[in-house]
Nanobody, 115 residues
Framework: QVQLVESGGGLVQAGGSLRLSCAAS????????LGWYRQAPTKQREMVTF???????YYTDSVKGRFTISRDNAKNTMYLQMNSLKPEDTGVYYC?????????WGKGTVVTVSS
């Protein structure tokens, strides 16, 4: 069982930055993949980025060059640095962990980017 708690969301102007954190209940060393998803109002949840246990990363095209995912195994925490934010980045951001074929989710943190 993995419990995930997101933090760091908020209101920011376009062009600004935020850093999201996802704290796991236990060691993240054995977690195969950690990632961030987001869901904008009236839209489906979409994958934003993920990082594997060996540090490989994936970013959806719309955030490449602006977002950076990282993990700190010693702190059992994953981060999402978001720069040059755009209004279309607005949504609820969810932390996701894949471990032994099971998906775990946090409750989300709200990011609002004003124009």
């Amino acid at each position: 069982q993995v419990q995930l708690v997101e933090s760091g969301g908020g209101l920011v102007q376009a062009g600004g930055s935020l850093r999201l954190s996802c704290a796991a209940s236990g060691s993240i060393v054995s977690i195969n993949r950690l990632g961030w998803y987001r869901q904008a109002p009236t839209k489906q949840r979409e994958m934003v980025t993920f990082i594997t246990g060996i540090g490989s990363t994936y970013y959806t095209d719309s955030v490449k060059g602006r977002f950076t995912i990282s993990r700190d195994n010693a702190k059992n925490t994953m981060y999402l640095q978001m720069n040059s934010l755009k209004p279309e980045d607005t949504g609820v951001y969810y932390c996701n962990a894949v471990k032994s074929g099971m998906n775990y989710w946090g409750k989300g943190t709200v990011v609002t980017v004003s124009s």
